[in-house]
């Protein structure tokens, strides 16, 4: 079992970049898959970003593919998220996730508000 928490949101003008981190608690965390997932106001929650046990593999959603980066370090148990160019469509709950099989473990979220 893991428990992760994320940190680094917060509001950011538009254009400006913002880097998000998650954190795990427990064991085994260089064995799942990580993602990150977001939930703007009245929309379902979508995946943004993930990235395999080993970090040599990601992916992104189209929205943010060129401007978001994830990456991950094993040593430390935590997974980040590099955001550039943002712009109010970004903001959302940013949730930290793993999975491994059958098992998903989510963050508390954190909030990140796009806006001038």
């Known amino acids: 079992q893991l428990q992760l928490v994320e940190s680094g949101g917060g509001l950011v003008q538009p254009g400006g970049s913002l880097s998000l981190s998650c954190v795990a608690s427990?064991?085994?965390?260089?064995?799942?898959?990580m993602s990150w997932y977001r939930q703007a106001p009245g929309k379902e929650r979508e995946m943004v970003a993930g990235i395999t046990s080993g970090g040599g593999d990601t992916t992104y959603v189209d929205s943010v593919r060129g401007r978001f980066t994830i990456s991950r370090d094993n040593a430390k148990k935590a997974v980040y998220l590099q955001m550039s160019s943002l712009s109010p469509e970004d903001t959302a709950v940013y949730y930290c996730?793993?999975?491994?099989?059958?098992?998903?473990?989510w963050g508390q979220g954190t909030q990140v508000t796009v806006s001038s």
């Open positions: 427990g064991s085994f965390f260089s064995t799942y898959y």
């Open positions: 996730s793993a999975r491994y099989r059958v098992a998903t473990f």
